[in-house]
C-alpha cells in the first residue's frame, strides 16, 4: 500500500516538473511585465533597476532553477499588479474557491447519484423521462447561462438568495469560512448549484448507464435467483458495481470544478482564485497565473491518487498482494 | 406419490415490434421428490427458458401466457414478484452456466452466503457464518474456514462453481433449476461438479431440474430426461430408454450423433437442417421438415405427447390412427 503511494507521488513528479516549466515559460513569453509595472513615464534607469529586482536579466536556468526552489517553499514572488506576494493573495482566495467547489461537488453526488439509481431502476417510468430531458438541458446549456438565469429567477424576481459575493465570513485561522454563517451559506446556493449543475446531470447519466449496465450482468440475476430483497440487490449488489467509473469521473469532474470555476466565479463576482485568474489574465500578472496553474496541477495529481485509493476500497481484485490465487 | 413440481401445458411469449413470438409451447412435465429430470436440446430450444419461467425469472418482454406451474399443488407461476421472491432461493434454488459471472466481485463468498441464508432462515450472524463454513465444506472447497473471506476472483472456474452450488443449496431448496451448470467448466472438472451435484442432490432429497446441452451429463445424472425442439416437449422418459431406444425421430438423431466410444466411424451422424426460428415455427409437427419419417398428418397437424412403451414421444408414429407407423426401431447411428 505504502509502496503504491510513494510510486504514485513518483509519477507524478515528472507531471509537475513539465507544468513547472510551462508556468515559467510563460514569464518569458507572455507580455512584458516590466512595461506593465513601468507604466507611461520612466527612465532607463529605473528599467534596468525593476528587470534586475525582478532577476530578469539572469539566464532562464538560473532564473528556472531559482522559480523551481521558491515554488517548493510556496513563494511564487509578487503580483506585478497588486505588488503583494503571490502565496498571500492565493491562502486569502483558496478557501472561498475550495468550499465553492466542495459544495458544488456535494450538491452534483448527491442529486447525481440517486437520480442516476432511479432512472437506471425505472427506466420507463415518466419521472426518469423527466430527469433525463432535463439532464439534456443541464448538459447542453453553458454555465454562465444558468448562472445567470438562476440570478433572474432567485435574487431578481423572488429576491431570495444573494446575486454576488460570498455574504459574511468567519476567519480560523488563515481560512475565511463562509459555511458558518446564514448570509454565507446563502450566498454559496446559486453558484454551488450553477458549478455543480453539469457534474450533476454528467454523474446521473453515467450511474443511469452503469446501473442498466450491472442489472444486466449475470450475479444481479444470480443474486435475485437466491431470492435477496430489491433493496439488498439494488443498492448492495447494483450501485456498489458502478461505483469504479463514477469515483473515476467524480474525482477528474472535482478538479475540473475547481480549476474551472472561473466562469461561475466571475458570474457571481465571487472571491476566489478563480476571479483572482481572469484578473490577473486582464493585467497579465504572469507570477499569479504562474502560481494558478501550478497549484491547479497539483489539485489534479492530489485528486488522481484519492482516487486510485478508492478503487482500491471498492474494488478488491485491484488489491494486489493480498490475493491468494486458487486452482 | 404427489410431484414435486409440476408443468401444466406453459405457454411462453415474447412480444416483439413483428408480432408474438411463442419461446414455448404446450410444455409438460413433472418432476417428483428427490427427481433428476434432464433437459436436453439444440441452443434455442427453450429449455433455459423453462427453466428460467419456473423461477420466475424471465426476461422481459418474455412472459407466461398461458399454463400453470405448481410447486407442491400450488400455483407459483402467477405470484406477486415479492412472494415469488421468499420462494427463489427458499424453495427453488438456481444455478447458472458461468460461474465466473455469477458472483458479485466486490463481495466475498461468505458475504454472499451469509446474506442468503439469512435472507431466508433468519438466523443471526455467527450461526449463519458457521453454516456458510459448513456448505464450502460440503461442496468440497478446500481450508474452508479460512477461503470463507476470500472473494470469487481469488478462486478457480471449477471452485467457484462448488461456491454457486453452496448459494443455491445453503437455504435447503426442494427444487434445484441447474442451467448448464458444467458447459463453461474444463472438462476434467466437468465430471467432479455432476459428481457433486448428483452427490448434494441425493443426500439432503433435493429434485433437481438439469438443463445441458451434454448427452454425457445427462446419462450420468438424471433419471429422467425431456427432449426439446423448437419450444415443445419431443419426448420425455426414463434415461435408459430414451438413450437406447429413442422413439421421437428427433430423439433418436441426436442420440445418433453422439460419437460412438467403441468403434471407429468415418462421418458423424448428423440431423440435416436447422431448428427453425421462432417466428417461423412449421404448421403441424415443428420438426417436420427435418424429419426421415415425415408423412402427410405431420404436415398438417400438431402431435400431442403420446404414451409409447415407457417414454411418451410427440409424434404421429404412434397414434393408432395414423396410416403410417413406426419401424420395428427407429434407426439408430
Redesign the interface.
Known sequence: MLAFIISRILQALPVMAVVALISFAMFAYVGDPVAIMLGQDFTEQQRQALVASLGLDQPFFVQFAKFIWNALQGEFGLSYRLSRPVAELIQERAPATLELAFCAALVSLSIGVPMGVYTGLYRNSWLSRFFLTFSLIGVSLPTFLIGILLILVFSVWLGWLPSFGRGDTVQIGWWSTGLLTVSGLKALVLPSVTLGMFQLTLIMRLVRAEMLEVLRTDYIKFARARGLANRAINFGHALKNTLVPVITVAGLQLGGIIAFAIVTETVFQWPGMGLLFIQSVNSADIPVMAAYLMLIALVFVTINLVVDLLYYAVDPRLRVGGAKRGH | MAPLLEVRDLRVEFPTRRGVLTALDGVSFSIMPGEVLGVVGESGAGKSMTGAAI?G?LEPPGRIAGGQILLNGERIDNLRYDQM??????EI??I?Q?PL????????VGDQLV??IQ??LGLDGAEARRRAVGWLEMVGIPAAAQ?ID??P????GG?RQRV?IA??LC?EPKLIVADEPTTALDVSIQAQVIALLKGLARDKGTSMMLVTHDMGVIAEAADRVAVMYAGRIAEIGPVREVVKHPKHPYSAGLMASIPPLDRRVEHLAQIDGAMPRLSAIPRGCAFNPRCPEVFARCLVERPALLATGATEAACWLYDPASEKHAPEAMPHG
Open positions: 423461477i425469472l421472491r421468499r420462494i427463489r432461493g427458499r434454488g438456481a447458472f458461468d459471472t455469477t458472483l458479485n466481485p466486490l463481495y466475498t446474506e442468503t435472507t431466508h477461503r476470500s472473494y476472483h481469488e478462486f478457480s471452485m454457486v448459494l443455491a437455504a
